[in-house]
């Protein structure tokens, strides 16, 4: 089974801080996606990153970059200068090239302190 | 450009009641999605529709589960007898056929169920 484990329940950092989220998959598959969502309080879900598989280079966008190793089966995220609005769900989700349906971790509750 | 919306956000019902929710996505999309999100849980596959046609169905979608995208446009999805189980959110998303299984899903705002 395709499964997609986020270890961290809840973590917090402090404003302008850097923090990494983790995020472990399994899959046989060998092409894949991989992507990081928010989900602010109340709001709705929003893509942060996207990774394709066969790319070996991290993805990054602006503060947000990824940490990935494929043979390891680790997609981390990496949000560095963190600010208040970054306060939100992230879910890890992962689809195999063969189908359309994402894989859920559980999520990583995250708090910027101020 | 506007997103995916979901209507209505929040519905609360009596066990034994059916309810739809009615989901838009994005305009020139052609996939549409549904998942269902339980607190403290992610999101969980349960539908999808390219175009009009329904190509895959978790097996979480129960008889009691219905979903239609008649003209390829917005969609519903209807609960028949509702049970406290199936009280979560309700999540649309909706993606445009590009790439292939990796076309990033745009999601809505979701619709909260309380079943009573």
């Known amino acids: 089974a395709q499964t997609v484990t986020q270890s961290q329940p809840e973590m917090s950092v402090q404003e302008a801080e850097t923090v990494t989220l983790s995020c472990t998959y399994d899959t046989s598959e060998s092409n894949y996606y991989l992507f990081w969502y928010k989900q602010p309080p109340s709001r709705q879900m929003i893509l942060v990153i996207r990774?394709?598989?066969?790319?070996?280079q991290n993805a990054t966008e602006n503060r947000f970059s990824v940490n990935f190793q494929k043979a390891a089966k680790s997609f981390s995220l990496k949000i560095s200068d963190s600010q208040l609005g970054d306060t939100a769900m992230y879910f890890c989700?992962?689809?195999?090239?063969?189908?359309?349906?994402?894989?859920f971790g559980t999520g990583t509750r995250l708090k910027v302190l101020a | 450009d506007t997103g995916v919306s979901q209507d209505p956000r929040h519905k609360i019902t009596k066990r034994g009641q059916n309810v739809t929710f009615r989901c838009d996505p994005i305009s020139e999309h052609n996939r549409l999605y549904w998942y269902r999100q339980t607190l403290g849980q992610g999101p969980e596959f349960l539908t999808y529709f390219q175009n009009e046609a329904q190509l895959e169905k978790s097996r979480l979608l129960s008889d009691r589960f219905s979903a239609e995208r008649p003209k390829g446009s917005f969609s519903t999805l209807e609960i028949q007898r509702t049970e406290q189980g199936d009280s979560a959110m309700y999540l649309c998303?909706?993606?445009?056929?590009?790439?292939?299984?990796?076309?990033?899903?745009?999601f809505g705002p979701g619709t909260r169920l309380t079943v009573l």
């Open positions: 990774q394709e598989a066969y790319k070996q």
């Open positions: 998303a909706s993606s445009l056929d590009g790439t292939g299984a990796g076309d990033t899903q745009y």
């Open positions: 989700a992962f689809i195999n090239s063969g189908t359309y349906k994402y894989i």
